[in-house]
């Protein structure tokens, strides 16, 4: 048997099988099932229709070129979506709120270790929705997905030592909203060197 030190985040990650078992992945697995439970029950409390967009598309859906290509079965040249949003737009149509909640793939080139290749995103759309009814909007779904997580995953939180404080602040208190103008004018009254 090897030193603890064979049982670092290396050979963890080479052998995801038991690091799947270890406390911290099985209590960030139980709060991501709880975040994602939590979204697809509040879209359904507010009238959206979940769309799933394809994986494979024929072109780029942010203007980037940096795309991971796949050869199809057919023999034409696919790639693997970055986002479901422009599939979602074209749904808004038919279901007027809408949203998908999947993987995406960005396969940018990146210095820093923290980049995301792949991971899962959601968007949502609306057909007809003022800025103040999208802030609304955001403010609500991000309560209640932090509410569901302080509730459910409190001895998770726990395991990763997370001080909840700042989450139940979120939930607690009305979010501030404010112009461009006045975010700046605020900066430059708490002394930060803004250039404009």
């Not at 052998?15 to 911290?24: F, I, W």
């Not at 007809?128 to 909007?137: D, R, S």
Request: aromatic letters at 10%; a negative charge; one cysteine or more.
């Amino acid at each position: 048997m090897g030193s603890k030190d064979d049982h670092g985040p290396e050979f963890l990650f080479d052998h995801r099988h038991l690091y799947l078992r270890s406390k911290t992945q099985v209590a960030i697995m139980r709060i991501r099932d709880t975040i994602c439970t939590a979204t697809y029950e509040w879209m359904k409390q507010h009238d959206f229709t979940r769309i799933d967009a394809p994986i494979f598309t024929p072109n780029a859906c942010e203007g980037t070129t940096e795309l991971y290509e796949v050869e199809h079965v057919n023999g034409e040249t696919m790639y693997l979506s970055q986002s479901g949003q422009l599939y979602i737009e074209t749904a808004i149509a038919a279901h007027r709120n809408v949203y998908d909640f999947g993987p995406v793939f960005r396969a940018e080139k990146s210095k820093t270790r923290r980049h995301l290749n792949e991971f899962w995103m959601m968007d949502a759309e609306m057909a007809f929705c003022t800025f103040e009814e999208n802030l609304a909007i955001q403010e609500s779904l991000i309560k209640y997905i932090i509410k569901q997580v302080l509730t459910i995953n409190e001895s998770d939180l726990a395991v990763l030592q997370r001080d909840t404080a700042p989450l139940t602040a979120i939930v607690d208190t009305p979010w501030l909203r404010m112009t461009h103008e006045e975010f700046v004018a605020d900066l430059i009254a708490k002394g930060f060197d803004v250039q404009q």
